[in-house]
């Protein structure tokens, strides 16, 4: 059975501080992780995907994986309120050629 | 990445009736997905559309209730059929392929059953 875990929050953290979502995954199997951020009433929008063990960085975001663990996290530097959305974290064997998994989410506020 | 364009948007139905949602992606893709996301909860992904060949469906989903089209590498269809009002929910359109990393989504289509 594949599960990926989220804790739901919601996570509040002050504008400016690093926000910090975590995620494990079940399957050992997985060999891609994906983090969403989903806008209420909107659809989920990709913010970034890692398959190597330990840090991708794309602007203010941070992935880490550790395989080991099976521990997947995302780091928001300088949150802005505009940050403020469920991010879903997701995994799946294939990259773009297998559907996905997806946690159930963690609500972020980000408090101006 | 793909821009993948779905419809209709929303719609409200009537108890034991069926809708199609289409889904056209601005480009070829190997692989195409359909999700369904219940009022408040995560994505569960309901099938992967096969081109040229039956969908694969997953674990609590069936082909006579979900019904997929693939007939080419841009489009598919999902047809909810003999709604109840369980089905009630936000159906999303994904596409990918084995060289690209990115799986990106439609607007979705919220459909109500009533």
């Known amino acids: 059975q594949k599960e990926v875990e989220q804790n739901s929050g919601p996570l509040s953290v002050p504008e400016g501080a690093i926000a910090s979502l975590n995620c494990t995954y079940s399957?050992?199997?997985?060999?891609?992780f994906f983090w969403y951020r989903q806008y209420s009433g909107k659809s989920p929008e990709l913010i970034m995907f890692i398959y190597s063990n330990g840090d991708k960085e794309d602007g203010r975001f941070t992935a880490q994986l550790n395989k080991a663990s099976q521990y997947v996290s995302l780091l928001i530097r300088d949150s802005q309120p505009s940050d403020s959305a469920t991010y879903l974290c997701a995994s799946n064997v294939g990259g773009g050629a297998d559907g996905l998994t997806f946690g159930k989410g963690t609500h972020l506020i980000i408090q101006p | 990445s793909a821009v993948i364009s779905q419809k209709p948007s929303r719609d409200i139905c009537q108890r034991g009736t069926s809708l199609t949602i289409q889904c056209q992606v601005d480009s070829q893709v190997t692989m195409m997905f359909w999700y369904r996301q219940q009022p408040g909860q995560s994505l569960t992904l309901i099938a992967t559309a096969n081109q040229g060949s039956e969908a694969t469906y997953e674990s609590g989903f069936v082909i006579d209730k979900f019904p997929i089209s693939r007939p080419n590498l841009t489009f598919s269809t999902l047809t909810v059929s003999n709604m109840s009002p369980e089905d009630s929910s936000i159906y999303l359109c994904?596409?990918?392929?084995?060289?690209?990393?990115?799986?990106?989504f439609g607007a979705g289509s919220r459909l109500t059953v009533l």
């Open positions: 994904s596409g990918g392929d084995s060289g690209a990393n990115v799986l990106t």
């Open positions: 399957d050992r199997g997985s060999q891609s």
